[in-house]
C-alpha cells in the first residue's frame, strides 16, 4: 500500500511545478471525474487493541457542479464546487497479535464536500490548481470479514475533508480536462463489531483523477 | 515560488498520509475458536497425568481457532471436577485432595476440554532446594525452587505447596504469597538460611547477601555546553542494587573521548573539565565495569590570538598590580582568559605573577631589574609577553580619592590610594594599604574585587576614612557622609543579546525614594545569578561582578537581587 501511496505522489507532484495559464472560463459549470484510488492501511481500534486493515486499490467517480470566477476577480481567480464522489476498496488483509489473516468486504466512502481551488491561469492553456475541500462522508463497512468470519457491517457519517491539486488542460473556451490529485480523508468513524464491540478505524485517501468539466 | 511553497506543503501532507505501521495489540477474536487443549505446565506431570496427594500443580489452556492459530487462553477457561474430593482446580492451580482420580473439565464459550488426573497416596520422603547457596547483592532478588521425592520414587516441583522462611528476615526474605513463593529479597549483607517445609519435610538452602553493587552511572550536568579555555565540573551519581544513590565522583575514572576538545581530571572529590577547542566530546566516568557518560559540547571558537595589558609594565619594588590576558578567537569573539593561561616570568628573581582565581592574576616584583625582563602569558601553543621594569624610587607621599562620598546606607563606593615617589612615578597601592574608618558604625571599609577597596555605609551620619603605606598616611582622610534611604526600585541595564564568546556588562541601579539612584553592581550584597548555564553564565562574580559571557545560542534568565528587591533579565545569546 505504501508502494501505491508513493506513486501516486510521485505522479502527482510534477503538476505542482506546471507552467502558467492564459485566463479560462468563468461562471457556473457540471463536471465528472474518473481515477484510481488508494486506501491507506488502517489503524484500527477498540476496547480490546489495535489491529491493522488493509485494502485494495480501486476506482472511484466523483461529479461536480460549480462556478469559475472570471479572471481578475478581486475574491481571487478560481472556482467554488459542490463534489459527490464514491470510493470503494476491497479488505485485503487483516494484522492481529497472531499475524495477518485474509480479509473480506468492503469500505465504502460517500463523500459530499465542498470545494474551493485556486487557480493560477498564466499565458497558455495549461492552468495548474491547488484547494480544499470540506463536507461529510457515508463510509460504510459492507460485511468485513477475516477469513470468512464477520467483522463488521455498518455505516457511519463523519466530517470529511480533502486536499487537491492538479492541472487544467483547456480543451475549448467551455471544455476543460482536469488531471488531478486528491488527500481525502475523516474523522475516525466509529462502527459495531458483530461482537458487540465498537471499533474506530482511519481513513486516509489518495487518488489520482482525470476530470471533464463544461462551462456554461 | 508559490509552486515550491505548495509542493513543500503537499510533500509534508503526503509523506504523514501513508497509513499505519504499528504493531497491532488486540488478539483475533473474530476467527471461532473450535477446540481446546489442556497441558500440564510440569513435563513430567504433562506425561503422568499423576500429583501426590496434598500438592498442587499449574494447567494450562491452549485454544485452537479453526486451525489457523493456537492462543493460551488460560485465563479464560472455566474449571469444573467430576471428582471435586479427589481434585479440584481453578484458573491458577489443580490440587489433589486424596488418592483417587478425577476428570478435570475447563470450558471456554462452547468449547470444552477434559484432563485426566490421578492423585496418588505417595508420601513426601525428601526436599531439595534450589540454588543451594546463591550469593546475591543487596537489594536484588532470587527465586528458589523446592523439588519433592516421594515414596512411589516420583519427583515433584512443590514450591508453590511448600512453606518458605527465612533464619535472618532482616538479611532475606522469602516470600509465602501465592504469586510469589519462595521469592526471595535480600535485605542486609550477611547470611540467611531459607527453609522450605512440607508435610514436616524440611530442606535448607544458605543464601549470602554481599554489599550492594553498582548498577549504573549517571553524570551531571547532562549534555552540559561549556566555553573554550574554561572549567567546569562535573558530577557521577552510582545507582546501586539497593536503590542508594551516593556520590560516587571520587570514586570512578575520568576520561574524555577526545582531549583535544577538552580533558577531565578527578581532584579532591571534584572532578573538573578543561575545554581546549570548540568541538563535541564524550565525557566518561567508570567504575567497576559500569560506565556512565554524557556528551560535552564546547563554543566560544578556538584560541587565535592573545594580548596581554598592559604591554609595558612599570612597577615599584614591593607593590603590586593586576594584569590581563585577552583572547580572540575563530568566531570572532573575544574575551578575558587571565585565569586560563599559564603565566611565567623570564626571570623568576625579578618578579613573580600569582593567580588567586577568577580572571585575576597579580605582577608582583622581587628586585630591580637591569633590564625589562618578560612576563609571559601561554595558552597551547599561543603565548603573549609583557615588559616588566622595577625600579625603587623613594616614597614620598600618598593621598585618597576621593576625598568625600555621600553613601546610602548599605551601599558601597570604591577609594583609591596613589603613591607618588621620588622619581615622580605615581602609582596604585590601594590593595596594599591599611585601611581604617574613623567610626566603623557609620561606615566600614574593605577589599573589593580586583583589588580595589570599597567603602560601605552602615548607619546615617558622618565619618572619615584613612590609609596608611610605607610609613606614610594620607594628610586628608576621604570624608564620608551616610544617609538613610528607601529603597523603591531595582534595574538592570546593559545590552542583551550577545553571541557566543563575547562578554556583555550589566548594571544593576538602585532608585531611592528620594530620587537618588545608585550603582550598585559591584556593591558586597548584590547578588548576580543566571539560570541557564549552557546558555550564558556569570563571568567572574568576585571581580567583575554583572558581567556574563555568552555559551550557546537561547536566552537566559539574568537575576539581580539588593536590599530585599529583585530584578530579571532576559539574555539571548546568538551563536556559536
Known amino acids: 500500500m505504501k508502494r501505491a501511496c508513493q506513486t501516486i505522489i510521485a505522479l502527482c507532484l510534477p503538476l505542482l511545478f506546471c507552467s502558467p495559464a492564459m485566463a479560462q472560463h468563468s461562471g457556473p459549470y457540471v463536471g465528472a471525474s474518473l481515477g484510481v484510488n488508494a486506501l491507506m492501511n488502517a489503524k484500527t481500534s477498540d476496547n480490546l487493541g489495535d489491529f491493522n486493515l488493509t485494502f485494495n486499490p480501486a476506482l472511484q467517480g466523483s461529479a461536480v457542479i460549480g462556478w469559475?470566477?472570471?479572471?481578475?476577480?478581486?475574491?481571487?481567480?478560481?472556482?467554488?464546487?459542490?463534489?459527490?464522489?464514491?470510493?470503494?476498496?476491497?479488505?485485503?488483509?487483516?494484522?492481529?497479535?497472531?499475524?495477518?489473516?485474509?480479509?473480506?468486504?468492503?469500505?465504502?466512502?460517500?463523500?459530499?464536500?465542498?470545494?474551493?481551488?485556486?487557480?493560477?491561469?498564466?499565458?497558455?492553456?495549461?492552468?495548474?490548481?491547488?484547494?480544499?475541500?470540506?463536507?461529510?462522508?457515508?463510509?460504510?463497512?459492507?460485511?468485513?470479514?477475516?477469513?470468512?468470519?464477520?467483522?463488521?457491517?455498518?455505516?457511519?457519517?463523519?466530517?470529511?475533508?480533502?486536499?487537491?491539486?492538479?492541472?487544467?488542460?483547456?480543451?475549448?473556451?467551455?471544455?476543460?480536462?482536469?488531471?488531478?490529485?486528491?488527500?481525502?480523508?475523516?474523522?475516525r468513524p466509529k462502527f459495531n463489531e458483530v461482537n458487540g464491540h465498537t471499533f474506530e478505524m482511519d481513513y486516509i485517501n489518495h487518488s489520482a483523477v482525470l476530470g471533464l468539466r463544461v462551462g456554461f | 515560488m508559490v509552486n515550491l511553497l505548495w509542493s513543500g506543503f503537499f510533500t509534508v501532507l503526503l509523506l504523514s498520509g501513508c497509513g499505519w505501521d504499528g504493531t497491532p495489540t488486540r488478539n483475533n477474536d473474530f476467527?471461532?475458536?473450535?477446540?481446546?487443549?489442556?497441558?500440564?505446565?510440569?513435563?513430567?506431570?504433562?506425561?503422568?497425568?499423576?500429583?501426590?496427594?496434598?500438592?498442587?500443580?499449574?494447567?494450562?489452556?491452549?485454544?485452537?481457532?479453526?486451525?489457523?492459530?493456537?492462543?493460551?487462553?488460560?485465563?479464560?477457561?472455566?474449571?469444573?471436577?467430576?471428582?471435586?474430593?479427589?481434585?479440584?482446580?481453578?484458573?491458577?492451580?489443580?490440587?489433589?485432595?486424596?488418592?483417587?482420580?478425577?476428570?478435570?473439565?475447563?470450558?471456554?464459550?462452547?468449547?470444552s476440554a477434559t484432563f485426566k488426573l490421578t492423585v496418588s497416596p505417595a508420601t513426601i520422603t525428601a526436599l531439595t532446594i534450589t540454588p543451594a547457596a546463591p550469593t546475591i547483592a543487596k537489594g536484588l532478588s532470587t527465586h528458589f525452587a523446592v523439588n519433592g521425592t516421594f515414596t512411589d520414587l516420583t519427583a515433584q516441583d512443590l514450591t508453590f505447596d511448600a512453606a518458605w522462611t527465612s533464619s535472618a528476615p532482616n538479611v532475606a526474605t522469602v516470600s509465602n504469597d501465592a504469586g510469589s513463593k519462595g521469592f526471595a529479597q535480600a535485605i542486609a549483607a550477611g547470611t540467611a538460611t531459607i527453609s522450605a517445609t512440607f508435610d514436616d519435610v524440611s530442606a535448607t538452602a544458605l543464601l549470602t547477601v554481599t554489599e550492594p553493587v553498582l548498577k549504573s552511572i549517571a553524570l551531571s550536568p547532562a549534555n552540559p555546553t561549556f566555553l573554550t579555555l574554561s572549567t567546569g565540573s562535573f558530577k557521577a551519581t552510582g545507582t546501586y542494587s539497593d536503590g542508594s544513590t551516593p556520590?560516587?565522583?571520587?570514586?570512578?575514572a575520568w576520561s574524555s573521548s577526545n582531549t583535544g576538545i577538552a580533558t577531565v581530571i578527578a581532584s579532591g572529590g571534584t572532578a573538573t573539565a578543561t575545554t581546549l577547542k570548540q568541538g563535541t566530546t564524550t565525557i566518561s566516568a567508570s567504575l567497576d565495569g559500569i560506565s556512565g557518560t554524557t556528551s560535552l559540547k564546547t563554543t566560544g571558537g578556538n584560541l587565535t590570538g592573545i594580548t596581554v595589558s598592559p604591554a609595558v609594565v612599570t612597577l615599584v619594588k614591593d607593590t603590586n598590580r593586576n594584569i590581563t590576558a585577552t583572547g580572540t578567537f575563530s568566531n570572532g569573539s573575544t574575551r578575558d582568559i587571565t585565569g586560563a593561561v599559564q603565566w611565567t616570568v623570564a626571570d623568576t628573581s625579578l618578579a613573580t605573577v600569582t593567580t588567586p582565581g577568577g580572571n585575576l592574576a597579580w605582577v608582583k616584583p622581587l628586585a630591580v631589574t637591569l633590564v625589562p625582563t618578560l612576563i609571559t602569558a601561554t595558552s597551547g601553543s599561543l603565548s603573549s609577553n609583557a615588559s616588566l621594569t622595577v625600579i625603587a624610587p623613594q616614597l614620598m607621599s600618598i593621598t585618597i580619592s576621593p576625598t568625600s562620598l555621600d553613601l546610602t546606607a548599605g551601599t558601597s563606593a570604591p577609594l583609591t590610594v596613589n603613591a607618588t615617589f621620588s622619581?615622580?612615578?605615581?602609582?596604585?597601592?590601594?590593595?596594599?594599604?591599611?585601611?581604617?574608618?574613623?567610626?566603623?558604625?557609620?561606615?566600614?571599609?574593605?577589599?573589593?574585587?580586583?583589588?580595589?577597596?570599597?567603602?560601605?555605609?552602615?548607619?546615617?551620619?558622618?565619618?572619615?576614612?584613612?590609609?596608611?603605606?610605607?610609613?606614610?598616611?594620607?594628610?586628608?582622610?576621604?570624608?564620608?557622609?551616610?544617609?538613610?534611604?528607601?529603597?523603591?526600585?531595582?534595574?538592570?541595564?546593559?545590552?542583551?543579546?550577545?553571541?557566543?564568546?563575547?562578554?556583555?556588562?550589566?548594571?544593576?541601579?538602585?532608585?531611592?525614594?528620594?530620587?537618588?539612584?545608585?550603582?550598585?553592581?559591584?556593591?558586597?550584597?548584590?547578588?548576580?545569578?543566571?539560570?541557564?548555564?549552557?546558555?550564558?553564565?556569570?563571568?567572574?562574580?568576585?571581580?567583575?561582578?554583572?558581567?556574563?559571557?555568552?555559551?550557546?545560542?537561547?536566552?537566559?534568565?539574568?537575576?539581580?537581587?539588593?536590599?530585599g528587591k529583585t530584578q530579571t533579565a532576559t539574555v539571548t545569546v546568538t551563536g556559536p
Open chain 1, 68 to 187: 469559475d470566477f472570471e479572471p481578475g476577480n478581486p475574491a481571487g481567480e478560481g472556482r467554488v464546487e459542490l463534489e459527490y464522489s464514491r470510493r470503494s476498496n476491497q479488505l485485503d488483509q487483516v494484522k492481529f497479535v497472531e499475524g495477518s489473516f485474509n480479509g473480506g468486504g468492503s469500505v465504502t466512502a460517500d463523500g459530499l464536500l465542498l470545494n474551493f481551488f485556486g487557480v493560477f491561469h498564466g499565458g497558455n492553456r495549461l492552468s495548474p490548481y491547488a484547494g480544499f475541500g470540506i463536507g461529510a462522508a457515508r463510509i460504510k463497512t459492507s460485511d468485513l470479514n477475516v477469513n470468512g468470519y464477520p467483522l463488521s457491517n455498518d455505516s457511519a457519517v463523519v466530517f470529511a475533508y480533502q486536499l487537491g491539486g492538479g492541472v487544467d488542460f483547456a480543451l475549448t473556451d467551455h471544455l476543460n480536462l482536469d488531471l488531478g490529485y486528491r488527500f481525502f480523508s475523516s474523522i
Open chain 2, 31 to 111: 476467527t471461532p475458536l473450535t477446540s481446546i487443549e489442556i497441558v500440564a505446565v510440569s513435563p513430567t506431570i504433562a506425561v503422568s497425568h499423576t500429583i501426590a496427594a496434598g500438592t498442587s500443580t499449574t494447567l494450562s489452556v491452549k485454544g485452537n481457532y479453526s486451525g489457523m492459530f493456537t492462543r493460551d487462553i488460560t485465563d479464560q477457561a472455566v474449571w469444573s471436577s467430576d471428582s471435586p474430593a479427589v481434585a479440584t482446580a481453578s484458573q491458577d492451580r489443580v490440587t489433589g485432595h486424596v488418592h483417587g482420580t478425577a476428570a478435570l473439565t475447563a470450558t471456554v464459550g462452547s468449547v
Open chain 2, 247 to 252: 556520590d560516587i565522583t571520587s570514586l570512578v
Open chain 2, 423 to 563: 622619581d615622580g612615578t605615581i602609582q596604585d597601592v590601594t590593595n596594599l594599604s591599611v585601611w581604617t574608618s574613623n567610626d566603623s558604625t557609620k561606615a566600614t571599609v574593605a577589599a573589593g574585587g580586583l583589588g580595589t577597596e570599597r567603602v560601605t555605609g552602615v548607619t546615617a551620619g558622618s565619618t572619615t576614612i584613612s590609609a596608611t603605606y610605607g610609613g606614610k598616611t594620607v594628610p586628608s582622610p576621604a570624608a564620608v557622609t551616610v544617609r538613610t534611604r528607601t529603597l523603591q526600585n531595582l534595574t538592570i541595564s546593559g545590552s542583551f543579546n550577545v553571541a557566543a564568546g563575547n562578554q556583555v556588562s550589566f548594571t544593576a541601579t538602585a532608585s531611592y525614594g528620594d530620587g537618588t539612584t545608585v550603582d550598585v553592581t559591584k556593591d558586597m550584597s548584590t547578588i548576580w545569578t543566571i539560570d541557564k548555564l549552557y546558555v550564558a553564565i556569570l563571568t567572574d562574580s568576585q571581580n567583575w561582578p554583572g558581567q556574563i559571557l555568552g555559551v550557546d545560542g537561547g536566552s537566559a534568565t539574568l537575576k539581580v537581587s539588593f536590599g
